[in-house]
Structure formats: C-alpha cells, structure tokens
C-alpha cells in the first residue's frame, strides 16, 4: 500500500523557517522524482520544486529560486524541503508527490502519481 506522509508545516512569522519532510513507502522511492507542490485558497495548485531520484538534479519556481532547498535521502525514503526567508504569499497547504524517473525533471501536477494529504504552511506578516 501507497503511502505519502507530510509533516513539518505550522505558523511562522515573515522571515523565518520551516523544514517539512515527506515520508514515503509501498514503491520504490529511488525510482522516482520527487517533488513539492503548494496550493493557495481560491488559486491552483503550483509546482514549487522537484529533485531527481538520486538527488543530484534540482528544480525550483521562480517565485522561491534562492529560499528553497529540497532534497532527499534515500535510505530513509524521505524528502525534504527546507523553506527560509518565508513570505505571507508562501502561504499555502503544500503536497509531496513522486513522479516516475523517466519523465525527467519535470514540474507538471499531471506527471506525479503519488501523492499526500498536504501538509498546512501560515507565514504571517
């Protein structure tokens, strides 16, 4: 059985940081990218970052390049996400998800296949 666990999210004031973290199990992890998607109240669900299964391969939005790390550790089955610098627009429920390895790096919803329930992120001003 599929399971995607997200954990790490909370209230932060402007400026500060969070480290959520992403537990996976029932496929095999390091056959997969995975990546961080977030979703706003009243907006659509954005890719903010995706790391390739050996961890050497990274890609950002636009809106977090130079605030965001993801990573990953293999031999834990778990994804990271160390957000600093947080602004109230970072304000959103934010996803793990996995996408198979030989679609690449890429950033599309579409294209994951797993998923998790989210995880709450409030950045207040």
């Known amino acids: 059985q599929v399971q995607v666990v997200e954990s790490g999210g909370g209230l932060v004031q402007a400026g500060g940081s969070l480290r959520l973290s992403c537990t996976a199990s029932?496929?095999?992890?390091?056959?997969?990218?995975m990546g961080w998607f977030r979703q706003a109240p009243g907006k659509e669900r954005e890719g903010v970052s995706c790391?390739?299964?050996?961890?050497?391969?990274?890609r950002y939005a636009d809106s977090i390049q130079g605030r965001f790390t993801i990573s990953r550790d293999n031999a834990k089955n778990t994804l990271y996400l160390q957000m600093n610098s947080l602004k109230p627009e970072d304000t959103a429920m934010y996803y793990c998800?996995?996408?198979?390895?030989?679609?690449?790096?890429?950033?599309?919803?579409?294209?994951?296949?797993?998923w998790g329930q989210g995880t709450q992120v409030t950045v207040s001003s």
């Open positions: 998800a996995a996408q198979p390895r030989s679609y690449g790096l890429r950033l599309l919803e579409y294209s994951y296949t797993f």
């Open positions: 029932g496929f095999s992890f390091d056959d997969y990218t």
């Open positions: 790391i390739s299964w050996d961890g050497l391969n990274k």
